[in-house]
């Protein structure tokens, strides 16, 4: 069984930084990444990488976020500059397997105007 959990959420202020963690143990994983889900919206994907340390970005990411992964460590990072009031979501970490993917339990990330 895999299991991902993430780390590092918390309370800012628009224009401050925070640095999500997500940790997965288990099988070599296929890609890991960041999706995000505010309350009455669709969960929306922020930014994925694979095992061969390729990147996406959501537009509402690109150039204030910056996903990497310590491979050995099976851990992906969420760096996340420059932070907004409509950033505020439950961020939740997702670990791509052979068997399927796999999902922490969120963590929030609430920023204030």
């Known amino acids: 069984q895999v299991q991902v959990v993430e780390s590092g959420g918390g309370l800012v202020r628009a224009g401050e930084s925070l640095r999500l963690s997500c940790a997965a143990s288990g099988s070599i994983f296929r890609g890991m990444g960041w999706y995000r889900q505010a309350p009455g919206k669709q969960r929306e994907l922020v930014a994925r990488?694979?095992?061969?340390?390729?990147?996406y970005y959501a537009d509402s990411a690109q150039g204030r976020f910056t996903i990497s992964r310590d491979n050995a460590k099976n851990t992906v990072y969420l760096q996340m500059n420059s932070l907004k009031p409509e950033d505020t979501a439950v961020y939740l970490c997702?670990?791509?397997?052979?068997?399927?993917?796999?999902w922490g339990r969120g963590t929030q990330v609430t920023v204030s105007s």
């Open positions: 990488i694979t095992s061969g340390g390729s990147t």
């Open positions: 997702y670990a791509d397997t052979q068997l399927g993917a796999f």
